[in-house]
């Protein structure tokens, strides 16, 4: 069984850690070249395609920026 | 299958608790801070328990938890937040009341407060944030520093002949008899953010068993007193932390 997943970013609550892009076990997440009203770089999915749903990016945001979705394919 | 047909109400998995508020918090990126606050507010959200909860906060830089936070909430003197929630708890055995307080807060000013609290075995969880620095005031040294460790007092590192060791202030605790549940955990990365939420309900669920104090210790860090990027401060967490403040539990019963 696999899963596919999606996450969507709050950006302008996203401060641009970066903690999401080192704990994402596939590679997903980069953080954008171009920064929020505050001035972050905030966090994207560079390849929506390599998401799989595992939530390990949201778990570890100090903010809570992120939510995550998940199906079975 | 594109993604916008996965973001979908129905396939959300995980998503911000409706107990943290929409505040968009005070702390510098990637500070560990926002992580224990979301674990709290979720375990409070699973155990229903939103309007028994009290919580203290300290002074530092988490004094504003309460604006973050959606339940009942008491500001502490520097260090006295065990002191108040003793009256809060003895007042109130009904509801679930915890401390929220940092190295500086609880290992120096409030020593004696947290010692005799634990040592009353006051039915109460200490959550404890241990970044072996003060944050607030600009990166001072901390009891908990490490040696050798450059902060602003320490610029050529902490000595021992002059500052001191570091203080292990939860191996302490765990020697005394009122304390119940004495832990270490760590937030940097998803297993132990998991281990530390699993570590945090413990605590909440001891609190109404009469057992005594809970105390967990969140090793953690301090991007801007430490001056390191965020990913790097918790690789550095991890080679120089972990080794003097080892992971897990000190006492379980």
Same mark, same amino acid.
Request: with cysteine.
């Given at each position: 069984?696999?899963?596919?997943?999606?996450?969507?970013?709050?950006?302008?609550?996203?401060?641009?850690?970066?903690?999401?892009?080192?704990?994402?076990?596939?590679?997903?997440?980069?953080?954008?070249?171009?920064?929020?009203?505050?001035?972050?770089?905030?966090?994207?999915?560079?390849?929506?395609?390599?998401?799989?749903?595992?939530?390990?990016?949201?778990?570890?945001?100090?903010?809570?920026?992120?939510?995550?979705?998940?199906?079975?394919? | 299958? %594109?993604?916008?047909?996965?973001?979908?109400?129905?396939?959300?998995?995980?998503?911000? @608790?409706?107990?943290? @508020?929409?505040?968009?918090? /005070?702390?510098?990126?990637?500070?560990? /801070?926002?992580?224990? /606050?979301?674990?709290?507010?979720?375990?409070?959200?699973?155990?229903?328990?939103?309007?028994?909860?009290?919580?203290?906060?300290?002074?530092?830089?988490?004094?504003?938890?309460?604006?973050?936070? %959606?339940?009942?909430?008491?500001?502490?003197? /520097?260090?006295?937040?065990?002191?108040?929630?003793?009256?809060?708890?003895?007042?109130?055995?009904?509801?679930?009341?915890? #401390?929220?307080?940092? %190295?500086?807060?609880?290992?120096?000013?409030?020593?004696?407060?947290?010692?005799?609290?634990?040592?009353?075995?006051?039915?109460?969880?200490?959550?404890?944030?241990?970044?072996?620095?003060?944050?607030?005031?600009?990166?001072?040294?901390?009891?908990?520093?490490?040696?050798?460790?450059?902060?602003?007092? #320490?610029?050529?590192?902490?000595?021992?002949?002059?500052?001191?060791?570091?203080?292990?202030?939860?191996?302490?605790?765990?020697?005394?008899?009122? @304390?119940?549940?004495? #832990?270490?955990?760590?937030?940097?990365?998803?297993?132990?953010?998991?281990?530390?939420?699993?570590?945090?309900?413990?605590?909440?669920?001891?609190?109404?068993?009469?057992?005594?104090?809970?105390?967990?210790?969140?090793?953690? #860090?301090?991007?801007?007193?430490?001056?390191?990027?965020?990913?790097?401060?918790?690789?550095?967490?991890?080679?120089?932390?972990?080794?003097?403040?080892?992971?897990?539990?000190?006492?379980?019963?």
């Amino acid at each position: 069984m696999a899963f596919k997943g999606a996450i969507v970013v709050d950006n302008e609550k996203c401060k641009g850690c970066g903690v999401c892009v080192a704990n994402c076990p596939t590679g997903t997440l980069a953080l954008a070249k171009h920064v929020n009203s505050r001035g972050y770089n905030y966090a994207y999915m560079a390849e929506p395609d390599k998401c799989i749903g595992c939530t390990n990016c949201a778990t570890v945001c100090p903010d809570d920026v992120i939510t995550v979705y998940k199906v079975k394919i | 299958m %594109d993604v916008k047909d996965i973001i979908k109400p129905e396939n959300m998995v995980y998503g911000k @608790t409706k107990l943290l @508020t929409d505040n968009i918090l /005070h702390y510098c990126p990637g500070c560990s /801070h926002g992580v224990v /606050h979301k674990l709290i507010a979720e375990v409070i959200d699973e155990m229903g328990i939103q309007d028994k909860t009290i919580g203290i906060s300290p002074v530092g830089c988490a004094v504003f938890a309460y604006n973050y936070i %959606d339940i009942d909430w008491e500001e502490a003197a /520097h260090g006295r937040a065990p002191a108040l929630a003793t009256a809060t708890k003895r007042l109130n055995p009904d509801k679930y009341v915890f #401390t929220y307080q940092g %190295d500086g807060d609880l290992a120096s000013i409030g020593t004696a407060e947290i010692m005799h609290a634990c040592n009353r075995g006051e039915n109460i969880v200490v959550i404890f944030i241990n970044n072996a620095i003060y944050g607030m005031t600009g990166g001072q040294m901390a009891p908990t520093t490490l040696l050798g460790m450059k902060t602003a007092t #320490t610029p050529y590192g902490r000595r021992a002949d002059l500052n001191g060791y570091p203080l292990k202030i939860t191996e302490l605790i765990a020697q005394l008899e009122g @304390t119940c549940y004495v #832990t270490r955990q760590s937030v940097e990365t998803a297993p132990a953010v998991r281990k530390a939420k699993k570590a945090i309900r413990k605590a909440f669920e001891n609190s109404m068993m009469k057992k005594g104090t809970s105390f967990v210790e969140i090793v953690s #860090t301090c991007n801007s007193g430490w001056k390191i990027p965020p990913v790097k401060a918790n690789k550095w967490m991890e080679e120089n932390m972990f080794p003097f403040y080892p992971l897990g539990d000190m006492k379980d019963r």
